[in-house]
T-cell receptor
Framework: DGGITQSPKYLFRKEGQNVTLSCEQN?????MYWYRQDPGQGLRLIYY???????QKGDIAEGYSVSREKKESFPLTVTSAQKNPTAFYLC?????????????FGSGTRLTVV | QKEVEQNSGPLSVPEGAIASLNCTYS??????FFWYRQYSGKSPELIMF??SNGDKEDGRFTAQLNKASQYVSLLIRDSQPSDSATYLC???????????WGAGTKLIIKP
């Protein structure tokens, strides 16, 4: 079945540590996105990519980095520069045509600073 | 003014009644409209999408779009406790595939 796989489901980060969240899709979607969601809040866009080897900053990119070396993969690194990284991280993908049918989401990664 | 606005709720509805969720948007050029459901601790899942003015029905769900008034709504008939969730409205950036998200409305169905 086609879908998006995020791993790990839970992640614990120590102070000053970089961590990488994985996102893989087999939907043949060109566009991929990373969102952050804090408790009781909406989705905030971190980064998005419309094509391989290209990506753009979203509204809250500071302290995060991404890469898009393959169409299927869009990993997110939470760097030590991100001072408050505890949140629920969601990866999504979509096609890029009109009537694209919306976004498909992965199951999310819950990151906690310890 | 936010680009996509929703009442944060919570909206409390008795079981079996109709739940009505509303969303307004600011971009008159928006062409695609989506409703997602998000259970606590889970990722959003697509319920309905609508592109044309009027109503679109799918089972107990009806999406309504009024482009002149720039609002889109979701009706849930015969509400069930399992419908209790946060409902996110998403609107396209003009004719672009990228979506702008509302903050969501929390719906509680009381048995």
């Amino acid at each position: 079945d086609g879908g998006i796989t995020q791993s790990p489901k839970y992640l614990f980060r120590k102070e000053g540590q970089n961590v990488t969240l994985s996102c893989e899709q087999n939907l043949n979607h060109d566009a991929m996105y990373w969102y952050r969601q804090d408790p009781g809040q909406g989705l905030r866009l971190i980064y998005y990519s419309q094509i391989v080897n290209d990506f753009q900053k979203g509204d809250i990119a500071e302290g995060y980095s991404v890469s898009r070396e393959k169409k299927e993969s869009f990993p997110l690194t939470v760097t030590s520069a991100q001072k408050n990284p505890t949140a629920f991280y969601l990866c999504a993908s979509s096609s890029t045509g009109f009537s694209s049918g919306g976004y498909t989401f992965g199951s999310g990664t819950r990151l906690t600073v310890v | 003014q936010k680009e996509v606005e929703q009442n944060s709720g919570p909206l409390s509805v008795p079981e079996g009644a109709i739940a009505s969720l509303n969303c307004t948007y600011s971009d008159r050029g928006s062409q695609s409209f989506f409703w997602y459901r998000q259970y606590s601790g889970k990722s959003p899942e697509l319920i309905m999408f609508i592109y044309s003015n009027g109503d679109k029905e799918d089972g107990r769900f009806t999406a309504q779009l009024n482009k002149a008034s720039q609002y889109v709504s979701l009706l849930i008939r015969d509400s069930q406790p399992s419908d209790s969730a946060t409902y996110l409205c998403a609107v396209s950036k003009g004719s672009n595939y990228q979506l702008i998200w509302g903050a969501g409305t929390k719906l509680i169905i009381k048995p």
